[in-house]
Nanobody
Framework: QVQLVESGGGVVQAGGSLRLSCAAS????????MGWYRQAPGKQRELVAT??????TNVADSVKGRFTISRDNFKKMYLQMNSLKPEDTAVYYC??????????WGKGTLVTVSS
């Protein structure tokens, strides 16, 4: 089992910044990939950004140039969110994939961007 805890969500005005953190109960080396997803009210969960064990990153077109995914070499992953827009309002979830193929999810942290 892997426990994931997100933090850093909150309310911010449009154009502002937030930094989300995800703390894992296992070291980063246990995972083939890590990522951030989000789910806005009434919408399906969507990919925001991923980072592989080799540190390759992928960012959704909707946030490219504004969001940056990163991780440390121990147990944490981050999502730096700049130039936030009201349409970025969502619950943001941390996800990790073990080398076994098993996916684990955090409970989410709410980001609200006011106009």
């Amino acid at each position: 089992q892997v426990q994931l805890v997100e933090s850093g969500g909150g309310v911010v005005q449009a154009g502002g910044s937030l930094r989300l953190s995800c703390a894992a109960s296992r070291t980063i080396g246990s995972f083939s990939a890590m990522g951030w997803y989000r789910q806005a009210p009434g919408k399906q969960r969507e990919l925001v950004a991923t980072i592989t064990s080799g540190a390759s990153t992928n960012v959704a077109d909707s946030v490219k140039g504004r969001f940056t995914i990163s991780r440390d070499n121990f147990k944490k992953m981050y999502l730096q969110m700049n130039s936030l827009k009201p349409e970025d309002t969502a619950v943001y979830y941390c996800n990790v994939r073990a080398f076994s193929g098993m996916d684990y999810w955090g409970k989410g942290t709410l980001v609200t961007v006011s106009s």
